[in-house]
Protein backbone atom coordinates (compact mmCIF):
# COMPACT_ATOMS: atom_id res chain seq x y z
CA UNK A 1 0.00 0.00 0.00
CA UNK A 2 1.26 3.79 -0.92
CA UNK A 3 1.54 5.73 2.21
CA UNK A 4 2.97 9.40 1.62
CA UNK A 5 2.50 10.98 5.49
CA UNK A 6 3.10 14.28 5.88
CA UNK A 7 4.64 15.87 9.28
CA UNK A 8 6.01 19.09 11.04
CA UNK A 9 3.30 21.34 10.46
CA UNK A 10 2.41 24.31 12.75
CA UNK A 11 2.01 28.01 13.99
CA UNK A 12 4.65 29.85 13.19
CA UNK A 13 5.18 33.58 13.17
CA UNK A 14 6.06 35.45 9.88
CA UNK A 15 10.04 35.44 9.28
CA UNK A 16 9.84 31.89 10.86
CA UNK A 17 11.09 28.45 9.59
CA UNK A 18 9.19 25.11 9.25
CA UNK A 19 10.28 21.70 7.72
CA UNK A 20 8.02 19.52 6.78
CA UNK A 21 8.58 15.98 6.01
CA UNK A 22 7.11 13.56 3.74
CA UNK A 23 7.68 9.89 4.89
CA UNK A 24 7.11 7.57 1.57
CA UNK A 25 6.50 3.93 1.99
CA UNK A 26 5.08 0.96 -0.61
CA UNK A 27 6.84 1.93 -3.66
CA UNK A 28 10.08 2.09 -5.14
CA UNK A 29 11.22 5.66 -4.40
CA UNK A 30 14.21 6.24 -6.70
CA UNK A 31 11.53 5.86 -9.82
CA UNK A 32 9.64 8.82 -8.53
CA UNK A 33 9.23 12.65 -8.15
CA UNK A 34 7.67 13.87 -5.25
CA UNK A 35 5.64 16.98 -5.22
CA UNK A 36 4.52 19.72 -2.66
CA UNK A 37 1.17 21.39 -3.05
CA UNK A 38 -0.92 23.58 -1.12
CA UNK A 39 -4.28 25.01 -0.68
CA UNK A 40 -5.16 28.09 1.67
CA UNK A 41 -9.19 28.66 2.50
CA UNK A 42 -10.66 30.13 -0.16
CA UNK A 43 -7.80 29.87 -2.94
CA UNK A 44 -7.08 27.53 -5.69
CA UNK A 45 -4.23 24.57 -5.28
CA UNK A 46 -0.85 25.59 -5.90
CA UNK A 47 2.15 23.91 -6.98
CA UNK A 48 5.14 25.01 -4.42
CA UNK A 49 7.72 22.66 -5.65
CA UNK A 50 9.06 19.37 -6.89
CA UNK A 51 12.19 17.07 -6.91
CA UNK A 52 13.34 14.10 -9.15
CA UNK A 53 14.56 11.25 -7.01
CA UNK A 54 16.16 9.76 -9.77
CA UNK A 55 18.51 13.13 -10.72
CA UNK A 56 17.58 15.17 -7.62
CA UNK A 57 16.12 18.38 -9.79
CA UNK A 58 14.33 20.53 -8.41
CA UNK A 59 11.91 22.99 -9.34
CA UNK A 60 9.89 26.01 -7.41
CA UNK A 61 7.32 28.18 -8.01
CA UNK A 62 7.86 31.86 -8.40
CA UNK A 63 6.04 32.69 -4.94
CA UNK A 64 8.66 30.42 -2.85
CA UNK A 65 11.92 30.44 -4.68
CA UNK A 66 14.54 32.04 -2.76
CA UNK A 67 12.89 30.77 0.87
CA UNK A 68 12.17 27.17 0.24
CA UNK A 69 14.19 24.23 -0.77
CA UNK A 70 13.22 21.35 -1.09
CA UNK A 71 16.04 17.67 -0.73
CA UNK A 72 15.73 14.00 -0.45
CA UNK A 73 17.40 11.71 1.70
CA UNK A 74 16.42 8.50 -0.65
CA UNK A 75 17.97 6.28 2.35
CA UNK A 76 15.29 6.93 4.93
CA UNK A 77 12.62 7.41 1.56
CA UNK A 78 11.83 10.95 2.94
CA UNK A 79 11.89 14.36 1.37
CA UNK A 80 12.01 17.59 3.01
CA UNK A 81 10.51 21.50 2.60
CA UNK A 82 12.28 23.77 4.61
CA UNK A 83 10.64 26.80 4.50
CA UNK A 84 12.20 29.98 5.54
CA UNK A 85 11.21 33.42 5.87
CA UNK A 86 7.37 32.76 5.86
CA UNK A 87 4.61 35.09 5.40
CA UNK A 88 1.43 35.09 6.32
CA UNK A 89 0.01 34.22 2.63
CA UNK A 90 2.42 30.87 3.01
CA UNK A 91 -0.09 29.59 5.18
CA UNK A 92 -2.07 26.81 4.15
CA UNK A 93 -2.54 22.91 4.10
CA UNK A 94 0.77 21.51 2.44
CA UNK A 95 0.56 18.08 0.78
CA UNK A 96 3.02 15.72 -0.62
CA UNK A 97 2.61 14.34 -3.87
CA UNK A 98 4.22 11.58 -5.90
CA UNK A 99 4.25 10.25 -9.41
CA UNK A 100 6.58 7.45 -10.85
CA UNK A 101 8.78 8.86 -13.84
CA UNK A 102 7.68 8.32 -17.23
CA UNK A 103 7.06 10.65 -20.18
CA UNK A 104 4.82 13.50 -19.14
CA UNK A 105 4.83 12.51 -15.45
CA UNK A 106 7.51 14.17 -12.71
CA UNK A 107 9.33 17.03 -11.35
CA UNK A 108 9.81 19.76 -14.24
CA UNK A 109 8.28 23.72 -14.30
CA UNK A 110 5.23 22.89 -16.33
CA UNK A 111 4.35 20.06 -13.60
CA UNK A 112 3.54 22.76 -10.64
CA UNK A 113 0.47 24.04 -12.86
CA UNK A 114 -0.32 20.79 -14.24
CA UNK A 115 -0.50 19.11 -10.82
CA UNK A 116 -1.74 15.34 -12.95
CA UNK A 117 2.12 15.06 -13.97
CA UNK A 118 2.81 14.93 -10.23
CA UNK A 119 -0.09 13.19 -8.50
CA UNK A 120 -0.08 9.54 -9.01
CA UNK A 121 -0.54 9.50 -5.05
CA UNK A 122 -1.11 12.13 -2.20
CA UNK A 123 -0.89 12.70 1.58
CA UNK A 124 -3.15 13.80 3.82
CA UNK A 125 -1.78 17.18 4.54
CA UNK A 126 -0.06 19.66 7.25
CA UNK A 127 -1.24 22.43 8.39
CA UNK A 128 0.93 25.64 8.31
CA UNK A 129 0.09 28.66 9.92
CA UNK A 130 1.67 31.75 9.99
CA UNK A 131 1.02 34.48 11.91
CA UNK A 132 1.62 38.25 11.55
Known amino acids: EVQLVESGGGLVQAGGSLRLSCAAS????????IGWFRQAPGKEREGVGC????????EYSDSVKGRFTISSDNAKNTVYLQMNDLKVEDTAIYYC?????????????????????????WGRGSQVTVSA
Open 97 to 121: TAAWERSGYGCFAEALEDADALTDY
Open 26 to 33: GFTFNDYS
Open 51 to 58: ISNSDFST
